[in-house]
């Protein structure tokens, strides 16, 4: 898990960082051993939310961001869904407001499932994989996609071209955001960078717009900042309500007042533009 933070010293968001299967892309070879997602998992799912520019050359969506990790794997990548649960627990008690979970899997598990519910319960917006199958997951189920609790997205990925990544699940009812997530470029472990394709490239680029949501709007609350993302995808995708538009998602949690303020600016800028004409 990691908490994340905007620079206001207001905590917005935390971060639940478990794992699904990601494919290499870039490389001959591709990543099958369970026990290497944990260590190379973070490195790339963190700059998604995080990253400066200016730090490691790749631009996160929330740049003023502080992830603080909390630990549900072992040094292998080794846990359980029981392990997962606990650190979603841990979370919502310690104050979080938006947990993305980079993790997918098919077994049930009645403690993760009760752990996304808590965490719902307590108005925090849960962001899932959707899994690396290349298949529809609404007759036969993938978790936390599977589950239904209301403040839970779950995530299918996107290729260059905007249509879902061969390896993406999908389905209409139960993966609501397609997000980029293939090839994705950020830091690699031990230095560099690296290409990966999959889920858990595409949920962090939600749980970033979310925290931009909640610093935009705090006041506005966790259904308001679903409702946003949600209504502003631009549709066309097998999944529920789009592909991510975090500009859209903007305009809406602003509402009016956003509106308003851009266009006023823009005709502050045309009367100064005039009266320089007019000098």
């Known amino acids: ?11 917005l968001a935390r971060q639940a960082l478990a794992i699904d299967p990601p494919r290499r892309s870039g490389r001959a070879c591709a990543c099958d051993r369970m026990g290497r997602y944990g260590r190379i998992h973070r490195p790339h799912v963190r700059p998604k939310i995080q990253q400066l520019v200016a730090n490691d050359g790749i631009a ?6 502080r992830i603080m990790p909390i630990k549900v794997l072992d040094q292998d990548a080794v846990g359980s869904a029981a392990t997962l649960a606990l650190g979603i627990r841990y979370a919502v008690a310690n104050g979080a407001k938006i947990i993305n979970l980079s993790v997918s899997g098919p077994g049930y598990s009645q403690a993760f499932e009760e752990a996304v519910q808590l965490a719902s319960e307590s108005g925090v917006i849960v962001v899932g994989a959707a899994g690396n199958d ?14 239904s609790a209301p403040l839970l997205l779950t995530t299918a990925a996107t290729g260059q071209a905007g249509a879902l990544a061969p390896v993406s699940n999908f389905g209409a009812a139960t993966v609501e955001l397609a997000a980029p997530g293939a090839d994705i470029v950020a830091t690699a472990r031990g230095g560099g960078y690296e290409r990966r394709t999959g ?4 949920a962090p680029h939600v749980a970033g717009a979310l925290v931009l949501l909640a610093s935009a709007r705090p006041q506005a609350g966790p259904t308001a900042w679903r409702d946003a993302v949600v ?21 809406i949690a602003m509402g009016t007042a956003f509106r308003r303020q851009t266009l006023g600016r823009t005709a502050a800028i045309r009367r100064t533009a005039c009266a320089l004409r007019r000098m």
């Open 1 to 11: 898990l990691a908490v994340v933070r905007q620079r206001t010293g207001r905590c």
């Open 199 to 202: 889920t858990s490239m595409a």
């Open 231 to 251: 209504q502003s995808a631009r549709p066309g995708l097998a999944v529920g309500a789009g592909t991510l538009s975090v500009s859209g998602a903007l305009q």
């Open 60 to 65: 996160g969506v929330a740049w003023q961001a």
């Open 134 to 147: 290349g298949r529809n997951v609404e007759s036969d189920p993938v978790y936390p996609a599977g589950f």
